[in-house]
């Protein structure tokens, strides 16, 4: 059984840092592409980060320069370093992965994925 769990998540002051856990179980991580959504009270999901093998990564614009987002093989566990955090990304972080992505640029719209974990919360105070 295919099974994404988060960790990490927490209280943080404006301008610190967090870093995101994603455990996969039943398959490697490597296979296709993982990706960190993340929606807030009343807005809808939205990506943040996705990463697939060789490097490939994407980010969205709103978190390019503070994110980065890793795979780590041996551990089948993809991670998201988050510095320089402000109140606007406080939301419930959410990671998927999509085992049968077979292009090459990782997307970070949510209807590519279909393996999602439960969530991990951030909460950023100004």
């Known amino acids: 059984q295919v099974q994404l769990v988060e960790s990490g998540g927490g209280s943080v002051q404006s301008g610190g840092s967090l870093r995101l856990s994603c455990a996969g179980s039943?398959?490697?991580?490597?296979?296709?592409?993982v990706a960190w959504f993340r929606q807030a009270p009343g807005k809808e999901r939205e990506g943040v980060a996705s990463v697939a093998s060789f490097g490939r990564v994407n980010y969205a614009e709103s978190v390019k320069g503070r994110f980065t987002i890793s795979l780590d093989n041996a551990k089948n566990t993809v991670y998201l370093q988050m510095n320089s955090l402000q109140a606007e990304d406080s939301a419930m972080y959410y990671c998927a992965a999509a085992p049968s992505f077979s292009g090459w640029y990782p997307p970070i719209s949510p209807e590519k994925y279909t393996v999602w974990g439960q969530g991990t919360q951030v909460t950023v105070s100004s």
């Open positions: 039943g398959y490697s991580l490597s296979s296709g592409c």
